[in-house]
């Protein structure tokens, strides 16, 4: 059967700083810039998800598209949307929330509940001039 | 000379059911949900038409756009603007128009028209937030 | 307290014809052309409803846009989502589907339930290139 | 001359939370939902200036877009680009942080360096689908 | 029976520069910037008409778009597109082609096609950040 | 560390036209139809530029987007935003400025300030109709 990818977006509005705890806010600053305001700054993250495998024969699908829609819910979304990151998400705790790194998470998160016979792919829209995309190697 | 991909999008409203005659009612709708309403349902598809091939060294075009445009308005514009991609389109009388298997169908008729020289990629959004790409293999 | 304007968008797809039951078949396809096709297409349409009135003091919003969201939600997209408006929504029983009666009935849903002293507005594109504006009068 | 409107957009990223001191945690929470949470979230803000005037007969210009838009630097970006609204932009230190307001704050600072003669109107996009316009009165 | 605005997108591709003939090259230069470079550079312009009347009580709609859509193409896209606005648009041999101007002039031709009891509006893009709107006073 | 793609995007405003010296005036036309107007006629280019490699352990960064942001400012906005390519951007005396052409041109001059162990990619919109990817093979 024909291989497609089948596509995804979803989205999540989060507070996040770019900061290394081990490095002095003059280091920080000098690396980061404004990025890295001790007061935090925000985004509305524009998240895309993509599957690769084949069609099945019987539905037409790749992946019931919306299977994919709840997990990014579940897994993404409830655990990001108007959050902190560095505050609250348990993945920022040790690790510096730029989009590279949450491209990271978002795809091992996801990696671990889709068929490993698909293929996964992540793009993320920090602002609509800078964004990321994370393909697991 | 170098290697570039040429894209050109393209647009077409149609109407469709995802349905599988071999199956019950029940069967579709447990399947597909609200995408097998009987009554059918539409969408604004968006195309993106890719190729890909060495610049030609006379033109500097990989492949004339103006070409392009016309193949994808006589294969794809005509075929399935303003239908019903269940009743009115052949390719869909066997086959479930989800959005994979229309960017198949879509792949194919436009393969046969364009030089095996360059190679060919579909993405086809059936909605902003779900699209699917396709390249033959 | 300043008057301001928040905009709200949703989306449905959706399958229609435009036609009326009381002309012939050629008058139908005359006027109306390929939109006329008995056998429907579709849409996805994008629906902004704007609502206007003063800043409440106590919250700084004009309305809660939750609220705005689920009206929407149940007036609008689980009454259109995934239908037939020419054969499943009682409103087009008579009324013929163009963009513009469409954004009318939608005006007319949403203005029974939201406050008077807010003044309300509908945009509505059929497609990227084509739509509407209602403001009810 | 004839009467144009010059549209300027611009964007700035922020974090901000929707929160009353004067009310308890539950109230706030109650109302504001998750957009209370007290750890902050942010938003990329897109914001649309909106001059109206006659066209100067020297210029053609309605106004120097160039001079618009050094305005909306100073005057907007440099003050809310990767800030926290709540903690570090004085007007917002009374003034809850709903796009409202925000919208409204804006006007008043570009109102103050805008000849009389020509009107302002201001949109703010809080997130794709939400967003505001004010326009003075 | 209800006033509804149709709104219609079409665009063009155009060469042009801002300039007065009856300044020196300083004053222009001085006044306009780069975009007074007398080698011309270029825009892709995004046209949206609007035009507002009572919906036609036979045919659902305020007019037909595909004759809007004729028209805009004979009178805009035909005049402008892949043209040299100031070589080649009688318009702009003494009208200096700034985007509030040639949004007049785009009034101005439809203007005279269009139906006295229907209003008419004008949005041009000149980029997707610098646009203007007319309405004919 | 995983190997991530940062994406940053940019513009520039130009004329230009598609015109062989080396052809007469009518296999100009034959071929290049309308782009080849003498008098020139100009686009938005929208450019995405692509780095690819692998996380910086240290900074969370494949490469620090605002070195990126400089270096395309420098070497295409300042080069090529408000210019005739044709008449004023020395790469193009002898090369016909088709968008695989620039594409070819952007990529050769980032190329060389980039370090050579980040892939470098390209994608530029001539229109948001038409567009070009250029990897460098």
Redesign the interface.
């Known amino acids: 059967m ?10 999540f ?4 700083r ?1 900061y ?1 705890k081990d490095w002095s806010d003059e280091k920080n600053t000098a ?5 890295s ?1 001790p ?6 993250y524009d998240l895309e998800v ?1 599957v690769t495998g084949e ?1 099945d024969k ?5 992946m019931d ?2 299977i994919l829609r709840k997990l990014i819910k579940e897994e993404v979304e409830e655990a990001f ?4 990151l560095n ?2 998400v348990a993945e920022f705790k040790e ?7 949450i ?2 998470v978002i795809y091992d998160k996801l990696r671990t509940k889709i068929n490993r016979n698909l293929d996964l792919s992540i793009k993320l829209y920090e ?8 393909s ?2």
């Open positions: 024909p291989k497609v990818t089948v596509h995804r977006k979803a989205h509005n989060a507070a996040h770019l290394r690396v980061f810039g404004k990025c305001n007061n935090f700054h925000g985004h509305n993509s069609i019987e539905t037409g699908f790749v598209l919306s949307d108007h959050k902190n505050v609250e690790v510096n929330p730029t989009a590279e790194n491209s990271v602002t609509p001039r800078n964004f990321v995309t994370y697991g190697n």
